[in-house]
């Protein structure tokens, strides 16, 4: 079945950073477009990165230019490097798999972990 393990997160002061991993299993890693979710507190789950199978990856606007996602094939593992962070950055991270439908991306099935909590004092 289908594992995705969330670690990395952590409390911060605005304008530290923070490197969030994601071990996944119980799927074909490397030829899935993975993202990276965000709960804030009181909102709904949002996508603030995806990264294709191919390597192409996008942005929520609110993270661009501050955050980095990357994948390791061989290690079937996810990363979101988390630069300049600021409070509105908190929440419980999420990583899933993604599919693409018309003009976004959203996530592929129900697959979830226990997420990650990053929180971001000012």
């Known amino acids: 079945q289908v594992s995705l393990v969330e670690s990395g997160g952590g409390f911060v002061q605005a304008g530290d950073s923070l490197r969030l991993s994601c071990v996944a299993s119980?799927?074909?890693?490397?030829?899935?477009?993975m993202g990276w979710f965000l709960q804030a507190p009181g909102k709904e789950r949002e996508l603030v990165a995806a990264l294709s199978s191919r390597g192409s990856a996008t942005y929520a606007d609110s993270v661009k230019a501050r955050f980095t996602i990357s994948r390791d094939n061989a290690k079937n593992t996810l990363y979101l490097q988390m630069n300049s962070l600021k409070s509105e950055d908190t929440g419980v991270y999420y990583c899933a798999p993604l599919s693409f439908w018309g003009d976004r991306y959203l996530p592929l099935g129900d697959y979830w972990g226990q997420g990650t909590q990053v929180t971001v004092s000012s």
């Open positions: 119980g799927f074909t890693f490397r030829d899935n477009d």
